[in-house]
C-alpha cells in the first residue's frame, strides 16, 4: 500500500498497482525541465475512476498566475498518462502501475482535484468555479463534465476518501 504525504496531509493507503506517484515520476523526469505536473494519480478500478490530485496549501492573491499553473499540470498530466498508453514514452511504459496500464480510456471517468486542507467550505463553491472555468478546455478536449472538477479541502477530501 502506499501513502502520499503533501501538503500536511497523508494520502491513501492506496493499492501499489494503482497509483502513480506522477509528480517525482521516471516519466516526468523523462520530458526534462519546466514540465509542470500533478502530485500523483490513482485509478479506483471499482468505480473505473481515474484520480489527478494536487495539493496546496492555500490559494496565493495572484490567481491567475496560480490557476494558469494548474491548468499545465492537470493537462500535462493527462497527457502524460495518455502518452504511456499510446506507448510513446518508455519511461511511463516502464513505470506505469498495472491498472493503469490495462485501463479501459473509453469507460473511465476522470477526477481531477485540488485539495487546499485549510481551505473554509464556504469559499470552496468560488474556488471550485474559478478552477472549472479555467479547465474548461481541457473537460472538452477530453470529454468529460466540468461537475468531475473541484476544490475541496481536508474535510472532504476524507469524504471522498483520498485521504486517511
Not at 509528480?23 to 500523483?40: A, P, Q
Not at 468505480?47 to 492537470?74: M, N, Q
Request: aromatic share 10%.
Amino acid at each position: 500500500m502506499i501513502r502520499i504525504k503533501e501538503s500536511g496531509m497523508t494520502f491513501g493507503p492506496y493499492p501499489a498497482e494503482a497509483c502513480y506517484k506522477i509528480e517525482h515520476s521516471s516519466g516526468h523526469l523523462s520530458l526534462g525541465e519546466n514540465f509542470k505536473i500533478v502530485e500523483f494519480t490513482y485509478f479506483e478500478e471499482v468505480k473505473l475512476k481515474l484520480w489527478f490530485i494536487e495539493a496546496k496549501s492555500t490559494i496565493p492573491k495572484d490567481t491567475v498566475k496560480y490557476f494558469d499553473e494548474l491548468f499545465e499540470k492537470f493537462e500535462n498530466s493527462l497527457l502524460l498518462h495518455a502518452m504511456g498508453k499510446l506507448k510513446r514514452n518508455q519511461s511511463v511504459i516502464d513505470e506505469l502501475p498495472d491498472h493503469m496500464a490495462s485501463m479501459n480510456w473509453q469507460t473511465v471517468k476522470f477526477n481531477l482535484r485540488l485539495v487546499i486542507p485549510e481551505i473554509p467550505k464556504e469559499f470552496l463553491p468560488q474556488a471550485t468555479d474559478k478552477l472549472r472555468q479555467r479547465l474548461v478546455k481541457i473537460s472538452k478536449m477530453w470529454n468529460f463534465d466540468l461537475m468531475d472538477i473541484k476544490v475541496i479541502n481536508k474535510d472532504l477530501a476524507r469524504r471522498e476518501g483520498l485521504i486517511e
